[in-house]
């Protein structure tokens, strides 16, 4: 997975996970809640991007 990141992907999810972390280091609750928003929108950046290429063929 990581070679398919590249180098600014894997940026991306370490300031991801850092930022959360510094979230949660305050409210653990809030923390939580950012989670879930995040793996429903990666969920439908997911779904999005396999129908687009769906329609090109891919």
């Known amino acids: 997975m990581l070679d398919k990141l590249g180098p600014t992907g894997l940026l991306?999810?370490?300031?991801?996970?850092?930022?959360?972390?510094?979230?949660?280091?305050?409210?653990p609750i809030v923390a939580a809640g950012l989670v879930l928003v995040l793996l429903g929108l990666g969920l439908v950046v997911r779904s999005a991007a396999k129908s687009v290429m769906g329609m090109f063929g891919f």
């Open 12 to 27: 991306g999810v370490l300031l991801l996970v850092a930022g959360i972390a510094v979230v949660a280091w305050n409210a």
